[in-house]
């Protein structure tokens, strides 16, 4: 049981390239988000999804596409990346909504020049 | 908007000290509140969740403790360790449970 796991580790882009941050879990959890991570800044939710095709907008939402086409993952998009979006990213997963606690992954570094 | 804070950003304490840290929110319409965990360069862990209708929870030497009413959370680490040393970061769920809001976090640091 791997838990959450991120795919890749770490990455540098140029700005304007895109690129694609896989999350994946294997604990059959229905909800899953992606969250940006700055210094001082805490987290903050990007896109979550409630469970198979479905995604819903988070509180950063600008700059970003999600797509939730098999349960088990969640991707994140950056379609044209700049360097405000450099950041940590993390994944979270939980299996029910409310008040459970969320499961997270171990992060994605990314540096855009 | 709800807001999270967390005070002092940071703290440094010698090894067997009991500490507290501190989280307020501003909005306490809250279906519930947890206190993470997390260590540099790694994901984050649950320490302790608190529903909205508790007062406190404990685990170990972790007690957190939840006041809704005056949008206050405490977690008290008894006789810390080196190995506590870590980022603590508290966050709230509002009531509809589709976003849970984060503080910046307080980084600790215990010395042996």
């Known amino acids: 049981n791997a838990g959450v796991t991120q795919t890749p580790k770490f990455r540098v882009l140029k700005t304007g390239q895109s690129m694609t941050l896989l999350c994946a879990q294997d604990m059959n959890h229905e909800y899953m988000y992606w969250y940006r991570q700055d210094p001082g800044m805490g987290l903050r939710l990007i896109h979550y999804s409630v469970g198979e095709g479905t995604t819903a907008k988070g509180e950063v939402p600008d700059g970003y596409n999600v797509s939730r086409l098999k349960k088990q993952n969640f991707l994140l998009g950056l379609e044209s990346a700049a360097p405000s979006q450099t950041s940590v990213y993390f994944c979270?997963?939980?299996?029910?909504?409310?008040?459970?606690?969320?499961?997270f992954g171990p992060g994605t570094r990314l540096l855009v020049l | 908007k709800q807001e999270v804070t967390q005070i002092p950003a940071a703290l440094s304490v010698p090894e067997g000290e009991n500490l507290v840290l501190n989280c307020s929110f501003t909005?306490?319409?809250?279906?519930?509140l947890q206190w993470f965990r997390q260590d540099p360069g790694k994901g984050l862990t649950s320490l302790l969740l608190?529903?909205?209708?508790?007062r406190e929870q404990t685990s170990g030497r972790l007690n957190a403790s939840l006041d809704k009413s005056s949008g206050r959370s405490t977690l008290y680490i008894a006789a810390s360790q080196p190995g506590d040393s870590a980022t603590y970061l508290c966050a709230v769920i509002n009531n509809a449970g589709n976003m849970l809001t984060f503080g910046g976090g307080t980084r600790l640091m215990v010395k042996p």
């Open positions: 909005d306490s319409a809250i279906y519930n």
């Open positions: 979270a997963s939980n299996p029910q909504l409310v008040g459970e606690t969320q499961y």
């Open positions: 608190i529903q909205s209708s508790q």
